[in-house]
């Protein structure tokens, strides 16, 4: 029985890195093709779609506080990466 409860959470801490990884791939691919504002939106849509998995696999707390660092860390990244290309510009 414990050996099963050991599989489970591994198997669950696994789905919610590959997840979160394909969210930020997925958000980074959005963000070349449409902007940053097109890309922030949907990452905020593939955090809430994280969410719902999430609460399917019942890991709610934990990925409620990963995807809102990995969402708010990456934004922040996004625009000030945007920001210093603008200064080396000009």
């Given at each position: 029985?414990?050996?099963?409860?050991?599989?489970?959470?591994?198997?669950?801490?696994?789905?919610?890195?590959?997840?979160?990884?394909?969210?930020?791939?997925?958000?980074?691919?959005?963000?070349?093709?449409?902007?940053?504002?097109s890309a922030a939106l949907w990452t905020?849509?593939?955090?809430?779609?994280?969410?719902?998995?999430?609460?399917?696999?019942?890991?709610?707390?934990?990925?409620?506080?990963?995807?809102?660092?990995?969402?708010?860390?990456?934004?922040?990244?996004?625009?000030?990466?945007?920001?210093?290309?603008?200064?080396?510009?000009?």
């Amino acid at each position: 029985m414990a050996i099963r409860v050991v599989t489970i959470r591994i198997t669950v801490r696994i789905s919610i890195r590959i997840a979160v990884g394909v969210a930020i791939w997925i958000a980074g691919i959005a963000r070349g093709l449409l902007g940053i504002w097109s890309a922030a939106l949907w990452t905020v849509l593939l955090l809430r779609l994280l969410r719902l998995l999430a609460r399917c696999i019942g890991a709610v707390s934990r990925l409620r506080w990963l995807t809102g660092v990995v969402g708010i860390a990456g934004i922040h990244i996004w625009i000030a990466h945007d920001a210093l290309l603008q200064k080396n510009m000009l």
